[in-house]
């Protein structure tokens, strides 16, 4: 079983970055495809965006296309996400979780129901 970890989150000015760490362990996160979620307060736990396990595929909601970048670094069993430009509406918990690689093309990779394993989040706070 993957236990995941995130790190990074904090506050930060609008305009800011802030980048995103979750490390995996227990098992490789070669297997899985990878996914960033968020949380905001009274809200659900949207997507924001997802890496394929080799790292060729990578979808984003439209929200934050262009300022975030989703990688992955296998060897390390750490996934990243670098957040740039951050607006007020980027505030909310973020969780990264991971989805079996056999069932990667079976997913649409945007619901939280299809991921197999979750971490329990960092905070991002962006102040204006």
């Known amino acids: 079983q993957v236990q995941l970890v995130e790190s990074g989150g904090g506050l930060v000015q609008v305009g800011g970055s802030l980048r995103l760490s979750c490390a995996a362990s227990g098992g490789t996160i070669s297997t899985y495809g990878m996914g960033w979620f968020r949380q905001a307060p009274g809200k659900n736990r949207d997507f924001v965006a997802a890496i394929s396990w080799n790292g060729f595929d990578a979808d984003y909601t439209d929200s934050v296309k262009g300022r975030f970048t989703i990688s992955r670094d296998n060897a390390a069993n750490t996934l990243f996400l670098q957040m740039n430009n951050l607006k007020s509406d980027d505030t909310a918990v973020y969780y990264c979780?991971?989805?079996?690689?056999?069932?990667?093309?079976?997913?649409?990779?945007?619901?939280?129901?299809?991921?197999?394993?979750w971490g329990r989040g960092t905070q991002v706070t962006v102040s204006s």
């Open positions: 979780a991971a989805l079996s690689a056999s069932r990667w093309y079976q997913t649409t990779k945007f619901l939280p129901d299809e991921y197999n394993y």
